[in-house]
């Protein structure tokens, strides 16, 4: 089946723009994540979504970040004002509710590279 | 707060076994996961482990788990290039929804 979405998978703008990055989860997967991988660091968490619950939004680096899902789906993530150090690849990943192996069993996204001039 | 480590880099011949460590500071870890990811693309779940468990294996993958001194690693047996990519250690703990990565370390497999 079909499996996560994520568009544009590049994107470049310059520094000051707002940008949107869109994530499809896999069909019925209740919780969605948002990440930031940037170059030599791991995976850091912005922002989860499950079900109609309120997000956590504990991980979004400043509010010029911000994140929602529609109708317990699609995803957006929305970056104001972007400036260089926004610059890295942002993934996606979603989980059905239950399921083998815990929270941590996530189906990624190709991910969007976002560069900021 | 949780904290997961790695080396870096690991380069192999083709054919050798490949070990990738990781050390994680929760000692409340209840999953521990490697993830594989290739150029341009997302994380791919390799395997999982449960943390009442020591070790797990899965075709060419065994995934050992020390829990007294919190350090996981997974071991490649017969390492192909198509092996050639970032591994990511990580963690989850009782309760919670996150789950916390390592830096990845990138496999090189020398032909």
């Known amino acids: 089946g079909a499996g996560v979405s994520q568009s544009p998978s590049n994107k470049v703008t310059e520094k000051g723009k707002d940008v949107e990055l869109r994530c499809d989860p896999i069909?019925?997967?209740?919780?969605l994540y948002w990440y930031r991988q940037s170059l030599g660091q791991g995976l850091e968490f912005l922002i989860y979504f499950q079900g109609n619950s309120a997000p956590d939004k504990s991980g979004l680096p400043s509010d010029r970040f911000s994140a929602e899902r529609t109708g317990g789906s699609v995803s957006t993530l929305t970056i104001q004002r972007t400036q260089q150090e926004d610059s890295a690849v942002y993934l996606c990943a979603s989980r059905p509710i239950s399921g083998r192996g815990g929270p941590g069993t996530q189906y990624f996204g190709p991910g969007t590279r976002l560069t900021v001039l | 707060g949780e904290d997961v480590e790695q080396s870096l880099f690991l380069s192999v011949r083709e054919g050798d076994s490949s070990v990738i460590n990781c050390t994680y500071t929760d000692s409340s870890s209840t999953y521990l996961y490697w993830y594989k990811q290739e150029p341009g693309a997302g994380l791919q779940l390799l395997t999982y482990?449960?943390?009442?468990?020591d070790m797990k294996q899965d075709q060419r993958l065994t995934v050992l788990l020390n829990k007294k001194d919190k350090h996981l690693s997974l071991r490649i047996a017969d390492t192909q290039t198509g092996d050639s990519a970032i591994y990511f250690c990580a963690e989850t703990y009782t309760g919670g929804f996150k789950t916390i990565f390592g830096a990845g370390t990138r496999l090189f497999v020398k032909a």
């Open positions: 069909s019925g997967h209740t919780a």
């Open positions: 482990i449960f943390s009442n468990m």
